[in-house]
């Protein structure tokens, strides 16, 4: 099994910045990023694997980055120009020997 343990989140204002890490127990190949709003379905908002192909939804292309630590099997969402419509809960996800993995979620607020 894979332990994958999300951090980072929090409340800031409009155009603020925030960094959400996805610790995850083993290394794993890929992960992906998802959110949730209120009311809403889980959207994809970003993918990066170990061969550094990475992938963004369009509703945030320009001001998320994806990254990890190599040393520390630690993944990365660099959240920059934060909107309101950016709230809801952020998960990190990722799959090994066959099973997938989500971390528990971390609460994005972007509010004034």
């Known amino acids: 099994q894979v332990q994958v343990v999300e951090s980072g989140g929090g409340l800031v204002q409009p155009g603020g910045s925030l960094r959400l890490s996805c610790a995850a127990s083993?290394?794993?190949?890929?992960v992906v990023w998802y959110r949730q709003a209120p009311g809403k379905q889980r959207e994809l908002v970003a993918q990066?694997?170990?061969?550094?192909?990475?992938n963004y939804a369009e509703s945030i292309k320009g001001r998320f980055t994806v990254s990890r630590d190599y040393a520390t099997n630690t993944w990365y969402l660099q959240m920059n120009s934060l909107k309101p419509e950016d709230t809801a809960v952020y998960y990190c996800?990722?799959?090994?020997?066959?099973?997938?993995?989500w971390g528990q979620g971390t609460q994005v607020t972007v509010s004034s």
């Open positions: 990066l694997t170990t061969t550094d192909s990475s």
């Open positions: 083993k290394s794993v190949f890929s």
């Open positions: 996800m990722t799959d090994w020997a066959g099973g997938t993995y």
